[in-house]
């Protein structure tokens, strides 16, 4: 029952590949919007505060709809992509990995800027006051200070992206070994007879990686807080 297949592996690992490239990818445009929503007031802040949030509340194969219409082969970005860079991100791995970041986003951004919110801003000052650039501030003071927020973020937007189903498979479709991730295949495998201990097989194995991604998510926080703080 727990031999897993070649087609099944193939699978996980395109997964694994595909969570680890848009979370990488996210991780430091999240970091961009969470320290300007967390430090910076300017017109329009709800109005992008509802933007990055809206993937949560939006049916996912509407969110996937929507990249197919902007990053499709006759897309709006997509189009010219294709035609003046030859980048394709439908039906493609790496438009899986755009359509998992997108979903994944708000999930990374949340953690990220409640810690930069947490940040003492009178640590940033005495910085600035010892004439440290703002750039330097961040990078020494309080990129550091919110680390523990940002590793955090880094693995729920993983353990989301491998998670992601709804909009990946509207904009990517299902094509095995190029963008049939666990989710999708598990869907495939409900489809067709005989197919429920497989699929049974990608379902523990989902939650192990779910699992696992927690609770690395939980001790790297630890650690780097205890690093932070010096215990």
Known sequence: MFQISAEEWTAILLSIRI??????????????????????????KAALDAVIYLPLVLPP????YLLLLTFGRKGLVGGWLADHLGIVF???????ALACGVMSFPLLVRPIRLSIEAVDRKLEQAASTLGAPPWRVFLTVTLPLALPGIVAGMVLGFAKAIGEFGATITFVSNIPGETQTIS?????????????????RLVIVSIAIAMIALIASEILARRATRRLHGY
Do not use: K, N
């Open 19 to 44: 969570a680890a490239v848009a979370t990488l990818i996210a991780t430091p445009l999240g970091v961009a919007v969470a320290w300007l929503l967390a430090r910076r007031d300017f017109w329009g």
């Open 61 to 64: 194969v509407v969110t996937g």
């Open 90 to 96: 439908a039906f493609r791995w790496t438009g899986a």
């Open 184 to 200: 999708a295949a598990i869907y495939t495998l409900t489809q067709v007879p005989d197919g429920d201990a497989a699929a049974l």
